[in-house]
Every structure is written in structure tokens, then in C-alpha cells.
């Protein structure tokens, strides 16, 4: 039974060279393209940082308090890899952090987070390019700093288990092998198909999660254009200039919208 990191390594074997994940942040117009081979070496290092240093493995519990970005993929692509559950949660959920092995968290989330008894708190930037927290002088490593010494390669100290717990958020869980599942489901339910180019809005994969957003394109051999505080007067170009063919949660002209008939 397969898990979310052999979603990742199947992408290596088709396509390697190929975008996976481009991300554009209309707030700062920057773009980001990631190949497979990108995307997974972020995985590796991120993967590694909390295995060497947090000790994270099967058993262990992440918690990801980040928004949608290509780095929070990074981050929930790691833990997955080292077969670790996710906690996908809101700082406002103080008490559902008491068990977590590491919390990460966005610099501008990391105030109230700063002063609770964690065991350990990373904080990211979210510079488009993964640079670090510029004059910040709080509590929390600096993710960008910690992950950038790492391995490329990753070698996870326990095979992840496909039934071991991988999605914590509310009252769902699902188990790492549960997230394969739903993930080839929901992508055949909403009609993604191989070689697919989505164009993803950033409140629908913030309210619909990250199997939506970036399982379920990974799982039909699709790569994905998320975009972050759309201008909606530049979609119909970007999405000519990316040559996306599906859209979720997102509108343009002439472009199917996964999910309707």
C-alpha cells in the first residue's frame, strides 16, 4: 500500500525535469516554479531536519499551523516521508499542540506560540525564495537557516507504515495509506486527469486541505499553478502563459473547473 512519499518519488520516475508546483503571490508578485526534482530534494532536507534534529518518525506527531505555499508542501511532504502524522492546525488550537513533537508555523503566527512549553518551534518566512526570518529575534529556529545544511537524500530511520496515523485536522484522521486513498478518489471524483496543469485558488485549498490541493494532483500524474491573492484580472493570461488546462476553484474562460459537469 502506497504512501504520500511514493506519490513524490513516482513524479521522479515520470517526469523529473518537469514544473510540479508553480506558485504565483500576486501581494508581491513573485513566481516560483518547482520541478519534481526540486520539490523532492526540499522534501529531503526538510525530511532530514526533523528526523536528525527532532527525532521524528513513525509514531511522531508534526504540527503544520502554515497557510498554502510551495514550502508548506515541502514541510508536509517531509513529515509524511518520515512517516510522521500531521496536525494541521490554527495557532488559535493551543491545546492540540500539547502533543505534538515539532511545531511549525508561519513568522507571523509565531507570537502566541512563542511563550507555550513546546517541545520545539520552527518558524518560516514564506520568502518566496525560502530565505530566512530577517531580523526576527524570537524563541523560534529559523527554518530556513536549520534546513539548508541537510541532506539531499533521505532515508527514513523506519519504512513508513501505510497504516500509521498521517492527517490529524478536526475530527478526521487519516492514515498515511488513507491519504493515497483519498487522494486517487477525489482526484478521479473531480476529474484530474494525467498531465493536467491546475490552476488552484488559495481559499479553495486553504478550506478544502492538502489533499485536494496537492495530493490528489500528485496521485493523477497532474502538476499544479497555486495562486496566492489572485488578481482576478490575470488569471485567463496566466493561465494561457502556465497552458493550464483544469481549474479548482478558480474561473477562466474556456478552462474546464474540476469538480463540474
Not at 150 to 155: E, L
Request: hydrophobic share 50%; charged share 20%; glycine share 10%.
Amino acid at each position: 500500500m502506497a504512501t504520500p512519499a511514493d506519490l513524490l518519488d513516482a513524479v521522479l520516475r515520470r517526469s523529473p525535469a518537469a514544473p510540479c508546483l508553480t506558485q504565483y503571490d500576486d501581494a508581491d508578485g513573485s513566481r516560483v516554479e518547482l520541478s519534481g526534482t526540486t520539490l523532492a530534494n526540499w522534501v529531503a532536507k526538510t525530511a532530514n531536519l526533523l528526523q536528525e534534529e527532532f527525532d521524528v518518525t513513525t509514531g511522531s506527531t508534526v504540527a503544520v499551523a502554515l497557510p498554502v505555499h510551495w514550502q508548506t508542501a515541502a514541510v508536509l511532504l517531509g513529515a509524511w516521508s518520515c512517516g510522521a502524522a500531521v496536525l494541521d492546525t490554527a495557532v488559535e488550537d493551543d491545546g492540540r499542540l500539547d502533543d505534538a513533537d515539532v511545531v511549525l508555523a508561519d513568522r507571523e503566527r509565531l507570537a502566541p506560540l512563542e511563550d507555550q512549553d513546546l517541545p520545539a518551534l520552527l518558524g518560516l518566512s514564506l520568502h518566496p525564495l525560502g530565505a530566512g526570518m530577517t531580523g526576527y529575534t524570537g524563541a523560534a529556529r529559523d527554518f530556513a537557516v536549520e534546513v539548508r545544511g541537510q541532506g539531499d537524500v533521505f532515508v527514513p530511520w523506519q519504512r513508513p507504515d501505510p497504516a500509521a496515523p498521517g492527517l490529524l485536522v478536526g475530527g478526521l484522521e487519516l492514515t498515511l495509506g488513507g491519504l493515497v486513498d483519498a487522494a486517487q478518489e477525489l482526484a478521479g471524483r473531480l476529474g484530474v486527469a494525467a498531465g493536467d496543469r491546475v490552476l488552484v485558488g488559495e481559499r479553495t485549498a486553504a478550506e478544502a486541505g492538502p489533499v485536494a490541493w496537492l495530493l490528489a494532483p500528485l496521485a493523477a500524474g497532474a502538476s499544479v499553478v497555486l495562486v496566492r491573492s489572485a488578481d482576478p484580472a490575470r488569471l485567463a493570461a496566466r493561465a494561457a502563459t502556465e497552458r493550464v488546462t483544469a481549474t479548482l476553484g478558480v474561473e477562466v474562460a474556456q478552462i474546464r473547473e474540476l469538480g463540474r459537469p
